[in-house]
């Protein structure tokens, strides 16, 4: 069952804080209506890895695309490429 406090009890923040673990974060509302979520740090930290890995998959499946529909550039190409870019 979702943890669900009005962001007014945040004046004994000790509390509410005690109520936030792993897989059980504390929702704060404001007039009825979410406002905020307090997660435990290590559930914060694997949502950011999962948007990392999201981003990187969402470049990956566009640059395949692309490669598809445009070609293939030779590998000697890119490696050129990547030193211009890099060593100028």
């Known amino acids: 069952m979702p943890n669900i406090k009005p962001v007014s ?3 004994n ?3 509410v804080l ?3 673990s792993v897989g059980s974060p504390v929702f ?3 007039n009825g209506h979410g406002l905020y979520a307090v997660l435990h740090i290590d559930e914060y930290t694997e949502y950011e890895k ?3 890995w999201r981003k990187l998959s969402l470049e990956l499946n566009k640059g395949k ?3 598809d529909e445009s070609g293939w ?3 000697d190409d ?3 490429r990547l030193e211009e870019h890099y060593n100028g």
């Open 73 to 75: 550039l030779p590998i």
């Open 18 to 20: 005690r109520n936030v």
């Open 50 to 52: 999962t948007q990392a």
């Open 13 to 15: 923040y000790g509390e």
């Open 9 to 11: 009890d945040l004046r």
């Open 78 to 80: 890119v490696f050129d």
């Open 65 to 67: 695309r692309s490669g």
């Open 28 to 30: 704060l509302t404001k």
